[in-house]
């Protein structure tokens, strides 16, 4: 996975993101399994992604984005 | 102390504050990190904010122990926010390998149809019923809520990961009992 943009670690850090981060996130950690942000909320909701630690982590990601 | 806040994010840091007291004295001084977006926040292991696995030395071998969870913040009737977990996944990986070889997971509102089991055991683990073989990946093997702390323990007592305090058993008993109590798992 590529590193994260420092901004976007500093507000991990200090424990609080935007949504435009949290998507920031979820399609940085996407593209690092091949996918795209809309590919992999789709599977993140039908629990397709796979089971690593990226997989596992854009799937409970995808659980904070509004409904 | 209950896990509560004045805010959501002073409960959330409550909660992975007292995590990470228990994992330093149990299995791994790997830090969970939490943030937020309210009304949610996320606890998993990260290092530069990616998401990774703690190290653990098993008698098998090393494996990786990745701990995540999803909680939502709930105010209380004295105007407290307490928290409720939406979804957990605890995995277990042997070195190098592409997948956990267990997956203990939670999820409090399964997608639509789904009809299995929300606490529920997965991995590559075959079963043979009756002449089939069967991947535990294609099951949801019931559990009930399976705590953090059991997780843990189970590392050190069954997979003997080599406890990082003599006072382990003690801290997870009482760490076990405190959120049994107060967090109202």
């Not at chain 2, 703690?54 to 209380?76: D, K, N, W």
Request: contains cysteine; glycine residues 6%; aromatic residues 8%.
């Amino acid at each position: 996975m590529t590193p994260l943009p420092l901004d976007l670690q500093s507000a991990i850090e200090q424990g609080e993101l935007t949504l435009e981060q949290l998507r920031e996130l979820i399609e940085l950690e996407a593209k690092a399994l091949g996918l795209t942000f809309d590919e992999a909320v789709h599977r993140a909701k039908e629990r397709r992604l796979p089971h690593n630690v990226i997989g596992a982590d854009l799937e409970l990601l995808v659980q904070l984005l509004p409904a | 102390m209950p896990i509560q806040g004045r805010t959501p994010r002073e409960a959330a840091q409550r909660f992975c504050d007292h995590v990470n007291h228990v994992l330093a004295r149990t299995v791994a001084e790997t830090r969970l990190v939490v943030f937020e977006l309210p009304p949610r926040i996320q606890v998993a292991f990260r290092q530069a904010g990616q998401p990774i696995a703690a190290r653990v030395h098993t008698r098998f071998g090393p494996m990786g122990l990745y701990l995540g969870q999803v909680c939502e913040s709930i105010r209380t009737s004295d105007s407290l926010y307490t928290l409720r977990t939406i979804e957990y996944k605890y995995t277990l990986t042997p070195g190098d390998a592409n997948e956990p070889v267990l997956r203990w997971e939670y999820i409090r509102e399964p997608p639509v149809g789904a009809e299995w089991s929300r606490h529920h055991l997965q991995g590559p683990v075959q079963l043979q019923i009756h002449g089939h073989t069967v991947s535990l990946n294609d099951l949801h093997l019931p559990t009930g809520y399976v705590c953090f702390e059991d997780v843990l323990r189970f590392c050190i007592a069954d997979l003997e990961v080599p406890p990082l305090s003599e006072e382990w058993d003690q801290v997870l008993r009482e760490s076990y009992e405190r959120f049994r109590i107060e967090f109202g798992r």
